[in-house]
């Protein structure tokens, strides 16, 4: 088992930044991907961004080019540095970890992007 803990969220205004953290229980060595999710109300939740156990990374088209995912080994903590904010991308953030077959959530945290 993983414990989960995101924190990073608040309210920005549009055009603005947040960088969200997830910090693991476990050494990122031992988890094969590390994922951000996001989701709004009354919507499903989706992938936003991932980095697996060598470091590489993918992005929903939706963020590519202003979000950025990446980890600290020695923190057992990924982050994802999040910019030029817009209303659209409102949202409770999960960070997922999954080991094996096996997901892992976090509790959650609320980003608020106002126009």
């Known amino acids: 088992q993983v414990q989960l803990v995101e924190s990073g969220g608040g309210l920005v205004q549009a055009g603005g930044s947040l960088r969200l953290s997830c910090a693991s229980s476990?050494?990122?060595?031992?988890?094969?991907?590390v994922g951000w999710y996001r989701q709004a109300p009354g919507k499903q939740r989706v992938l936003v961004a991932t980095?697996?156990?060598?470091?590489?990374?993918s992005y929903a088209d939706g963020v590519q080019g202003r979000f950025t995912i990446s980890r600290d080994s020695a923190k057992n903590t990924v982050y994802l540095q999040m910019n030029s904010l817009k209303p659209e991308d409102t949202a409770v953030y999960y960070c997922?970890?999954?080991?094996?077959?096996?997901?892992?959530w976090g509790q959650g945290t609320q980003v608020t992007v106002s126009s």
């Open positions: 980095v697996n156990y060598s470091g590489g990374t």
């Open positions: 997922n970890a999954r080991i094996r077959q096996n997901d892992y």
């Open positions: 476990k050494t990122l060595f031992s988890i094969n991907v």
